[in-house]
Structures are given as C-alpha cells and as structure tokens.
C-alpha cells in the first residue's frame, strides 16, 4: 500500500490536492483531516481550498498559519466573524472562548447565531461552524469566562490574541494576561455606526491607555446596540492583523487606533 | 483664537452645523478657555468622553488651548 504521502503526490494536480482526494486521504488512511492537511503541505502541495488565497499568501506563508494557534475570545458579533475568517484563511489551531448561549437578540449581528442555535453554546456554535467549513482547522472550545486566574492556561501557545468581548472589565484583564504572556492582543469593538480597532504587542499597555479611568464597564453600545456590518467590518481588521502577526507581513496597528465612523464614512488613524 | 475640535465617532453629532452644510471644525474660544470648558461649552455629555488628544498627545481636559491647537475626542466603545 502507497503511504498517505505517496498517495498524495499521485493524485495531485499542478501540486494542488482537490477536497475530495483530501477526503478520500482522510478515509483509507484513516488519519484526522488535519494529520492530511499537514501532510499536504509539508509535501509543497496545497489544498485547493487555499487556492484563491494565493499570490498573497505562498504556500509556506500557509504553512505558518496552518501551525499556528489563535484564541479568540468572545464568540459573539465579532468573534463570529473572525472564527470564519480564520478558519477561511486556514488558521490550523483556534481557541474559542465563550461562555454564554445563544439569545433572540444575537440574531441581528452574530454569524454564529441561528434560529436552530438559540439556547446553545456559543463555543460549541464555532465548533461546529469550522467543522462544516474547514475540518482541516482544530477548534478547541472554552465555555468558561477568560480572567486573570485562567487565562494563562487558556492563552497558552497561542501566537496571538483577539479581543471580542463586550466589557471594558474584561478586556483589561484580557490585555494584562496577554502583557504577562508576552503575546499579541488584536482589540476590536463596536457600538452603533461605530468601530475601533487596535494592536498591543508585548511590553505595551495599548488597552489601557483606550480603557484607563473608566468607572463603567460598557461603552455607547449600551444605547446605541452593535449593527451587523460594523461587527463584519471590524472582525475583518482585526482576521487582518492576526494574519500580519504570524506572518510578519505589512504594517500592523501598533501603537495606532482605527476609529472608524460608518454613519459619516470617516475612518481617523490615531497615534496611541 | 482659533482652534480645532475633531468630535469622533458617537460625538460627531455635538458638533454645531447646519443642515447639509460640511461641518465646520474650527472654532473660536477666549483666552483661558480649557478642553472641558470648550466640550462643555458645546453640551457634549462628559459621560461619553474617553480619550481626549490635545495635538497628537494624551490629555485630560484641563488644559488650555492655545491659538492653532487640534484637539481630538473619542468616546468609549466597547460593544463586540
């Protein structure tokens, strides 16, 4: 019998492997679709599925991602949409973290939310989402509130960070953890017409600085709520910057905010 | 003197214009006048502000603004 290596050079088309040929993979060799995918691109053949990726990203740039961890924490408006970002651009480890369920009032802006998934777990929601869109992505899910005592375990080998959340409490907590961790925090956030996004690298206190002297743990989303495409939008900056970060690619937000104002179309580039 | 106000994001709406006219960012205050008293001066909600730049840097509001300074406000966004 061919080994799963030999299997794929043999089926490979312009040293790209169909789904199908990396499903059939997964069957007769009855390995884990990422043990195949790795496989795949160790061998310096790509899985069609990255194909529109390319030029911009090489082959080894999909390498990289596909050996990197990312914890995502929050799993809601923005989280949704970040865990499918990442999972599209071929991120190979997420840590999902959420601890709440699906509600009536997600529906307007949370990917992760359907009529089918209300009263379900969020993290659970993003696992089964990845799955059905890329198997070859392992999401580890947390339902479990990230804080300061925890969150050295559940950040461990990540590479980086994302900020979804939605108190100023818990994004604190979030960047000192990540401070501590020496790793990088990709910090989003919306409200109404309204989104900011920004980058703090070890040694930094980018958060606090945006945070420091808040005595409420909300922001003008609690009367304005959160719309759809801002969530889409910011979720989309922040996917960006965590692909910029592990590839070492481009210019990040480091030491910069995005304050972006859909209403008026005004996106302002702030030195932090 | 002469200074310009930038009211970001939620804020934008403090800003006085009249309707379909572009928004006017240059303002006149008197001597002594400081950020506060400018932001109070235009009924922006003190609750709503966050980050406050005084030209390109960090500040609390209690500075007085000088002929020609930019002063940036953003409110706390936090939503996700």
Redesign the interface.
Known sequence: MKSLREFLVAHAQNGVISFSVQAKAVREFRLPFPVVEETILKTNLLPSRYLRNQETLSQADQFSLFRSRVAVI?C????GYIVEALARVGIGHITVIDPDVFDDHNLNRQLLSETGTLGLSKAEAAVGRVRRINPAVTVAPVKRVFTRENGGMLLKHARAAV??????GL?LDLADVCMEMGIPLVH?????????VTTQFPGEDTLR???SG?S??????DR???LSFM?CLVAGFQAAEVVKIILDQGKTLRGRML???L??V?I?D??L | MKIEL?L???L?RYIPREAGAPCNRIFEVGEGTTIIALLHHLQVPM??V??I?LN?L?AHGDEILSEGDRV?V???????
Do not use: T
């Open positions: 929050g809601g408006g923005l989280g900020d979804a959340l939605d108190s100023i994004r989003g956030s919306i409200g109404g017409w309204y989104g900011q600085k945006i945070y808040r409420h743990d909300k922001g003008i989303e304005l709520g959160n969530a304050s972006i104002n209403l008026d005004e302002v702030v030195a | 930038n970001y994001a939620s934008a609750d709503k966050k980050l730049f390109g960090h940036g953003f409110p706390p966004v936090a939503g996700g």
